[in-house]
C-alpha cells in the first residue's frame, strides 16, 4: 500500500523568509506538497527562493488560494495546528504517536499552520477534523513558523518508518469524505436550519451551528453518509 504523504498549508503567512525555510523543512523529511493561504507578501517571491535552499522546487510548484475552504476542498482529513486554547468543542492532542496511527494512509491530508503573529482563528479551526498542539515548555510556548512545521515532517517521517507495517485500525476514517463534500452538505444545512428558524436567537446562532458542525466532523461521515443525510432533509422540509 502506498501512504500518501501530508500536505503543508501556511495560512496566511507574513514573511517570504519563513515561507522558504518551511519549504526546506519539508524537504528534509520528504514531504513536497505545499499550500499557501493569501500570503502577506507578493506571490513569486525571490526572498522565498533564496531562502529555501536547494529546495526552491517546492515553492515554485506550491499552490496559492485567496481562502482556506477552498485550499482545503480536496482533503478527507485536517490537522490543525495550535498553541493557545481557543474553548472550541473540539478534538485535540498533544500525542503525536495517537494522532498519526489515525492518520489515514491513502486519503489526502492536510496539517494547517497560522500566521506567525496570531495563529489559526476559530473560524480557520472549525475547518479541521483535530486540533494538534506540538507540547513547549511553559516558559516559552512560541515557535517559529518553519521550526513548527520541521517538527511535524520530522515526528510524521519518524512515525511512519517506525510502523511500516501498516494495519486497518483507522478504516473508518479512510472512506471519510472529501473536505468539500462536506462543507456542501454544512453549507446546505445551515440554510435549512436558518429557513425553519432552528438557529435562534440570531446572536447565538454562530455558537449553535459551531457545535453542530463539531458533531458531524466527530462522526467522519462518508460521501454516501453525506448524501443520505442530504437527502433525508430535502424530504422532511417536502
Request: include cysteine; glycine fraction near 2%.
Amino acid at each position: 500500500m502506498k501512504i500518501i504523504k501530508p500536505s503543508i498549508v501556511l495560512v496566511k503567512p507574513q514573511l517570504p523568509e519563513n515561507i522558504g525555510m518551511v519549504a526546506r523543512a519539508m524537504d528534509n523529511f520528504g514531504l513536497n506538497k505545499l499550500l499557501i493561504v493569501n500570503p502577506r507578501e507578493g506571490w513569486p517571491n525571490n526572498l522565498a527562493i533564496k531562502s529555501s535552499a536547494n529546495s526552491k522546487k517546492i515553492i515554485l510548484n506550491a499552490k496559492v488560494y485567496n481562502d482556506l475552504d477552498n485550499a482545503l476542498e480536496s482533503f478527507s482529513y485536517v490537522v490543525a495546528t495550535s498553541n493557545r486554547r481557543r474553548f472550541l468543542n473540539k478534538p485535540s492532542l498533544s500525542n503525536v504517536n495517537r494522532l498519526f496511527t489515525n492518520f489515514p494512509k491513502t486519503k489526502k491530508v492536510a496539517i494547517v499552520f497560522g500566521p506567525e503573529n496570531s495563529g489559526l482563528s476559530n473560524q480557520d479551526l472549525m475547518l479541521a477534523d483535530i486540533i494538534f498542539t506540538i507540547d513547549t515548555s511553559k516558559s516559552n510556548q512560541s515557535l517559529n513558523l518553519s521550526h513548527a512545521v520541521l517538527l511535524m515532517c520530522y515526528c510524521w517521517r519518524d512515525f511512519f518508518q517506525k510502523n511500516k507495517r501498516l494495519n486497518n485500525k483507522n478504516i473508518i476514517i479512510e472512506k471519510k469524505a472529501s473536505n468539500k463534500d462536506f462543507l456542501y452538505f454544512m453549507n446546505f444545512l445551515k440554510d435549512e436550519l436558518e429557513e425553519v428558524g432552528f438557529l435562534h436567537p440570531k446572536n447565538k446562532n454562530k455558537k449553535m451551528f459551531e457545535n453542530i458542525q463539531t458533531l458531524f466532523l466527530r462522526s467522519s461521515l462518508s460521501k454516501i453518509e453525506i448524501q443520505t443525510l442530504w437527502g433525508m432533509i430535502k424530504k422532511l422540509r417536502k
